[in-house]
């Protein structure tokens, strides 16, 4: 018996999802509130774990010649440059995952996943439907638009970000918890001399992170720092002068860097605490709409897609019967994606540390073999699909917290 799905969103989570289930033989139809499908105009790491995720789903041709293979990912001090810690993405990364890791522009990865989308045929994408809310029965879901138009299915999976209407009508109607850091980023012309390489430039409440994008045409640039003038979102709060202010200290080629970015528009860093709950019924949440997380370790994203086809999965096992399916899938999925976002929290505060703490950080990452480098990321990248299984060092976990 076969199952039709809704998709409420249609960013990466709602379009690999559509495509996973798609790949299965069911029908989805995704509803998305903007008037075309696109993504933010910057750029997007893929750990191998998910990359795996695009290879199952066929859509790694479609990315040749715009997906960029970096040669290692390295830590940098952001005032003196100097690197503290690198991790090496050659042939032994790749054995050991299984995968490669790469770096790509959001868009052209949206694009490809639509594309795929379509030629499967299973796949109706329809812009400028806003759901307003989504009711069930004991048979059906049906999604009300703000256009007075409504869609019915068998089932929900609500793909509509951090700010889910969906999760506040089904679970948790709390804004998201908005952090003391905030982001500027944007892509930018890649001058010569600048290595395949994830860079992470941290200081005292800072960072700065550059990658090639775009077949490695253009720079992928995020400065970030924990505001001190006023509350989070008000107007005195992370300014573009504030922005220049706290990179004043910066090496000069990430001064030149940040004074070219785009300053019109800042993100406020947001998560929420891992919350079960994600299904009920005929409707589950997925990707940040179910677990939202800070962006330390670049897993997001990630998560999303792996969500994706878990969900798929877990609908083809149990044909016609949704709730099941949902409830194995939260099930598979929550403790992983929780265990992320608690890891991504230290890890952002295990960048920004500043005097003594980053002494010591520093010396602990210098001091790591590769294995040992390895053996932080393997529950991550690996084929597993688990929870740290190594904890950091009781002397280096964050204060605050
Ligand atoms: C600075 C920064 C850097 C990041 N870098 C990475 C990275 O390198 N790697 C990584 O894996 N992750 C990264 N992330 C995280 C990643 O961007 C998100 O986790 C990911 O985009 C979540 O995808 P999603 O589809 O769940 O939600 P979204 O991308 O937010 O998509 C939700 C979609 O739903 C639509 N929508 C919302 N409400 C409605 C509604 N009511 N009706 C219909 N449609 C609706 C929206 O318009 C949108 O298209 C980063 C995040 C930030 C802030």
Same mark, same amino acid.
């Given at each position: 018996?076969?199952?039709?799905?809704?998709?409420a969103g249609?960013?990466?989570?709602?379009?690999?999802?559509?495509?996973?289930?798609?790949?299965?033989?069911?029908?989805?139809?995704?509803?998305?509130r903007?008037?075309?499908?696109?993504? &933010?105009?910057?750029?997007?790491?893929?750990?191998?774990?998910?990359?795996? &995720?695009?290879?199952?789903? $066929?859509?790694?041709?479609?990315?040749? $010649?715009? /997906?960029?293979?970096?040669? !290692?990912?390295?830590? #940098?001090?952001?005032?003196?440059?100097?690197?503290?810690?690198?991790?090496?993405?050659?042939?032994?990364?790749?054995? !050991?995952?299984?995968?490669?890791?790469?770096?790509? #522009?959001?868009?052209?990865?949206?694009? /490809?996943?639509?594309?795929?989308?379509?030629?499967?045929?299973?796949?109706?994408?329809?812009?400028?439907?806003e759901i307003t809310r989504i009711?069930?029965?004991?048979?059906?879901?049906?999604?009300?638009?703000?256009?007075?138009? +409504?869609?019915?299915?068998? =089932?929900? &999976?609500a793909?509509d970000g951090?700010r889910s209407t969906v999760r506040a009508q089904l679970?948790?109607a709390?804004?998201?918890?908005?952090?003391?850091?905030?982001?500027?980023?944007?892509?930018?012309?890649?001058?010569?001399?600048?290595?395949?390489?994830?860079?992470? @430039?941290? $200081?005292?409440?800072?960072? @700065?992170?550059?990658?090639?994008?775009?077949?490695?045409?253009?720079?992928?640039?995020?400065?970030?720092?924990?505001?001190?003038?006023?509350?989070?979102?008000?107007?005195?709060? $992370?300014?573009? !002068?504030?922005?220049?202010?706290?990179?004043?200290?910066?090496?000069?080629?990430?001064?030149?860097?940040?004074?070219?970015?785009?300053?019109?528009?800042?993100?406020?860093?947001?998560? !929420?605490?891992?919350?079960?709950?994600?299904?009920?019924?005929?409707?589950?949440?997925?990707?940040?709409a179910?677990?939202?997380?800070?962006? @330390?370790?670049?897993?997001? =994203?990630?998560?999303?897609?792996?969500?994706?086809?878990?969900?798929?999965? =877990?609908?083809?096992?149990?044909?016609?019967?949704?709730?099941?399916?949902?409830?194995?899938?939260?099930?598979?999925?929550?403790?992983?994606?929780?265990?992320?976002?608690?890891?991504?929290?230290?890890?952002?505060?295990?960048?920004?540390?500043?005097?003594? /703490?980053?002494?010591?950080?520093?010396?602990?990452?210098?001091?790591?073999?590769?294995?040992?480098? @390895? /053996?932080?990321?393997?529950?991550?990248?690996?084929?597993?699909?688990?929870?740290?299984?190594?904890?950091?060092?009781?002397?280096? +976990?964050?204060?605050?917290?």
């Amino acid at each position: 018996m076969s199952t039709e799905i809704l998709v409420a969103g249609g960013g990466i989570g709602g379009i690999t999802t559509a495509l996973a289930c798609a790949r299965r033989g069911i029908r989805v139809t995704v509803l998305e509130r903007h008037s075309e499908f696109g993504e &933010v105009g910057a750029g997007l790491q893929i750990g191998p774990n998910a990359w795996r &995720v695009l290879r199952d789903l $066929g859509v790694i041709d479609s990315l040749a $010649g715009q /997906a960029v293979m970096p040669r !290692r990912w390295a830590l #940098h001090d952001i005032t003196t440059g100097e690197e503290i810690f690198s991790l090496p993405f050659g042939t032994a990364f790749e054995q !050991r995952y299984g995968a490669p890791y790469a770096v790509m #522009h959001r868009g052209q990865l949206l694009t /490809a996943l639509l594309s795929a989308c379509r030629a499967t045929g299973l796949v109706t994408a329809i812009p400028g439907k806003e759901i307003t809310r989504i009711s069930q029965d004991t048979g059906s879901v049906t999604a009300h638009c703000a256009d007075g138009s +409504t869609f019915t299915a068998d =089932a929900a &999976v609500a793909a509509d970000g951090l700010r889910s209407t969906v999760r506040a009508q089904l679970l948790d109607a709390e804004p998201p918890l908005i952090s003391e850091y905030v982001v500027y980023r944007g892509p930018g012309p890649r001058p010569d001399g600048i290595e395949d390489a994830v860079m992470l @430039y941290v $200081g005292d409440g800072i960072h @700065y992170m550059q990658y090639p994008i775009s077949g490695g045409t253009m720079l992928n640039r995020v400065a970030s720092f924990k505001s001190t003038r006023g509350a989070p979102l008000s107007e005195t709060w $992370g300014t573009p !002068r504030e922005l220049t202010e706290k990179f004043a200290g910066a090496t000069a080629g990430i001064r030149a860097a940040v004074a070219e970015m785009d300053t019109s528009k800042r993100w406020p860093l947001c998560d !929420r605490e891992p919350l079960p709950g994600w299904t009920l019924g005929r409707i589950t949440l997925l990707g940040d709409a179910a677990h939202p997380m800070n962006q @330390y370790l670049a897993q997001g =994203a990630c998560q999303a897609l792996e969500d994706a086809l878990a969900l798929a999965e =877990a609908l083809s096992d149990a044909p016609g019967d949704p709730e099941a399916a949902f409830a194995a899938y939260e099930e598979a999925r929550y403790p992983r994606t929780s265990a992320i976002q608690q890891y991504t929290r230290f890890i952002g505060d295990f960048c920004h540390f500043g005097g003594a /703490a980053a002494l010591l950080r520093d010396h602990f990452l210098s001091g790591l073999g590769i294995e040992d480098r @390895y /053996a932080y990321t393997d529950w991550l990248y690996g084929t597993g699909g688990g929870t740290p299984t190594r904890p950091i060092p009781p002397h280096l +976990t964050p204060y605050g917290r």
